[in-house]
């Protein structure tokens, strides 16, 4: 079983649509988790960023954390052609530098007019 | 403006040959960080270094070396020793080792044939 468990997709939504993307994880002692876009051939963007537990809000985009479920999602408003993307999570523990990353597969999106 | 700069985007090599990767940053971040993404699996760390002169090994090392002479600069070698060297690689910087979300370059595409 894989630290990290994210649904690769594709997901194919309409224009407009609230978006739901999602983690799933095994190791408790994850405490910050990040939210990136990956656009076609380019490099991941950094999205959102939380620690521990709780909601984070950013324009059309909340991140939401669940530590008892060891649950995150990804939760996007009014969608646009331009959401299309891979969109990775990723998370690391309390002494967590860029070393001790752990990534998602990724969740390809694709929002349709 | 500051970023992550990788060259070539994309290169083709004979098997057999050793080629390097170049990775520049101008966000004065003291960590930066080699990945390597195939598709259906996760961002999988190569090396990293945390300060000029010093770099680890990271979870699938074998094949590759670096150097970091310095700060800006953390160029990755692909040896003829690594076996599937086709993928999308990934440079990343931080601003220390201890603080995760990282910035990420647009990446380069190597195929070996």
């Known amino acids: 079983q894989k630290e990290v468990e994210q649904d690769p997709g594709p997901l194919s939504v309409p224009e407009g649509a609230i978006v739901s993307l999602n983690c799933t994880y095994s190791?408790?002692?994850?405490?910050?988790f990040m939210w990136y876009r990956q656009y076609s051939r380019k490099g991941p963007e950094l999205l959102m960023y939380t620690y521990s537990s709780g909601n984070k809000e950013d324009g059309r985009f909340t991140a939401q954390v669940d530590k008892s479920s060891k649950y995150i999602s990804l939760f996007i408003r009014d969608s646009q052609p331009s959401d299309s993307a891979t969109y990775l999570c990723?998370?690391?523990?309390?002494?967590?530098?860029?070393?001790?990353?752990?990534f998602g597969t990724g969740t390809q999106l694709k929002v349709e007019l | 403006d500051g970023g992550i700069t990788q060259s070539p985007k994309y290169l083709f090599r004979k098997e057999g040959q050793n080629v390097t990767l170049s990775c520049e940053q101008n966000?004065?971040?003291?960590?930066m960080y080699w990945y390597r993404q195939d598709p259906g699996q996760g961002l999988r760390l190569i090396y990293y270094s945390q300060i000029v002169n010093d770099f680890q090994k990271g979870d699938i090392a074998e094949g590759y070396s670096v150097s970091r002479e310095k700060k800006e600069s953390f160029p990755l070698t692909v040896t003829s020793a690594q076996k599937n060297p086709t993928a999308f690689y990934l440079c990343?910087?931080?601003?220390?080792?201890?603080?995760?979300?990282?910035?990420f370059g647009n990446g380069t595409r190597l195929t070996v044939t």
């Open positions: 990723a998370m690391s523990g309390l002494t967590g530098g860029g070393n001790k990353l752990t």
């Open positions: 190791n408790s002692a994850f405490q910050y």
């Open positions: 990343a910087s931080s601003p220390t080792g201890d603080e995760a979300p990282l910035h």
């Open positions: 966000l004065n971040h003291d960590a």
